[in-house]
């Protein structure tokens, strides 16, 4: 009797801490998948949503509330001329292969990343380094040929990750990193899988598994949801669920924000959009609110320049191209385009684009120019519109934080060429005090805005969808991540 009763109480004991265990697997949607896994040899920002973080680490990171702090480098010390740049390394690093991680490293990363023939996106992120030294396996020297008041920042994109010499070519399908978690498989079309990893130099995840789900379509990301094949799709693609959501307490819902300024990029060097007067024309053409409301069912900032408005930098230009479609046809008739134009508008998958992009063609027919819509796949639009330039209008949201030095760029996509903006940006980097660089900031914005280089549309919103039992997700989405370091069950 005594052994019978024993028996029910640890079967009893057994079935409550099953019970209790928390759970240690998670799997995230995501709308897009990326085109490779590679941070330095792609633009796409879903490789960092998966990466960023979680498999790749830089010198320094971003935290959730935006800020820069230490990854790979436990501390730097600057010059008092701002030229030298001295990090310390944390100590017992290795990489996912089980290689120790050092500061030749980091120096070979880094020059990797800023080679004449680098294909790393964001080179221009390593502008101003002279060279790289490694005076011993723990330190590294940057040194600066000028001042960088943005250095620190600069390296924290997913950019300026570190790799081994030994595993760099083959990131791209199995990335060897330093971070919390290691690639175990992808499965093209479907989803991305990657496991704790044991020997992580830092304070441990609480995740065992992290299963990346791709789900194009909207009505498919809805049902994954509600049928618990996703646990959380921090950047849910259908906002006119979201009420749904809010009114389920299975799920949470959080509405934050992004560094995602989507605009209706133009071709500044192609015809007709070369002519200020047509791009001008084209803003007061684009009525920001009817897109907000009809491809975001509200959720959106309207923006009049490429600056996110939670920035204390940011300046509302939008008054610059309020919606007059009497004021954008007077100038296409200025411009020499009375009778209007034809051009094309293609369109990335997410769903603000081929959403937004519908209305913004009917906006456009209102005064006589007509954009031929194209829906292209993400590989398509990098190799047409982003490197091909192949386009007139196209809509895509830039998530890359504080990124407005693209417009010093004139081979960046949309071709915009001034030599005063692109002195300014050259002596904001110099610039190492916060107010004055807020300043420059604020004139920056003042110059594209004025020169109708785009058409600014709105800030992107963060609209998460979760289980309400999940807890560590970023509210906002400070750079391109979907950082899992914190992530746990709250069972």
Known sequence: MFRRFSALLLGLAITAGTVQAAQT??????????PNLDPTAGAAAAIDEVVYANVFEGLTRFASDGSVKPALAESWEISDDGLTYTFTLQSGVTFHDGSTFNAEDVKFSLDR???????????QLFDGI???????????????????????FNLAWGDAIVMSPDTFDKAK????????????????????????????????????????????????????????????????????????????????????????ETILSTNNKQAPFDNKLVRQAVAHAINRQEIIDGAMFGYGTPIGTHFAPHHPAYKDFTDNSSYDVDKAKELLKEAGFEDGFKTTLKLPPPSYARRGGEIIAAQLRQVGI??????????????????????????????????????????????????????????????TDEEKRNIMFQEAQEIIAADYVNGYLFQLAKTGV??????????????????????FWND
Do not use: C
């Open 370 to 431: 007509e954009a031929e819509i194209s829906n292209l796949e993400w590989a398509q639009w990098l190799e047409q519109v982003f490197r091909g330039k192949d386009f007139g209008l196209t809509i895509v949201s830039h998530t890359e934080p504080m990124d407005i030095g693209i417009y010093a760029r004139p081979d960046y996509y949309f071709q915009y060429d001034n030599a005063d903006f692109q002195k300014l940006i050259s002596d904001l980097t110099l610039e």
């Open 466 to 487: 979760a289980n309400a039992k999940i807890e560590g997700l970023w509210e906002n989405s400070p750079t391109q991540a979907n950082d899992m370091t914190e992530v």
């Open 173 to 260: 399908t199995e990335p060897v990193g330093t971070g919390p978690f290691k690639f175990s498989r992808w499965v093209q079309g479907d989803r991305i899988e990657l496991e704790k990893n044991p020997e992580y130099w830092g304070a441990s995840a609480k995740l065992e598994k992290v299963t990346f789900k791709f789900i194009s379509e909207p009505t498919a990301a809805f049902a994954a949801l509600m049928a618990g094949d996703v646990d959380a799709f921090p950047v849910y693609p259908a906002p006119e669920n979201l009420a749904q959501f809010e009114a389920d307490p299975r799920f949470s819902v959080v509405v934050g924000s992004t560094e995602g």
């Open 25 to 34: 697997d998670i799997t995230i949607g995501m709308q897009l998948e990326p």
């Open 113 to 123: 990343s800023r080679a004449e023939n680098s294909t790393n996106a964001q080179k």
């Open 130 to 152: 002279e060279s790289i030294e490694v005076p011993d396996l723990q330190t590294v020297v940057i040194n600066l040929s000028a001042p960088n008041g943005a250095l620190l």
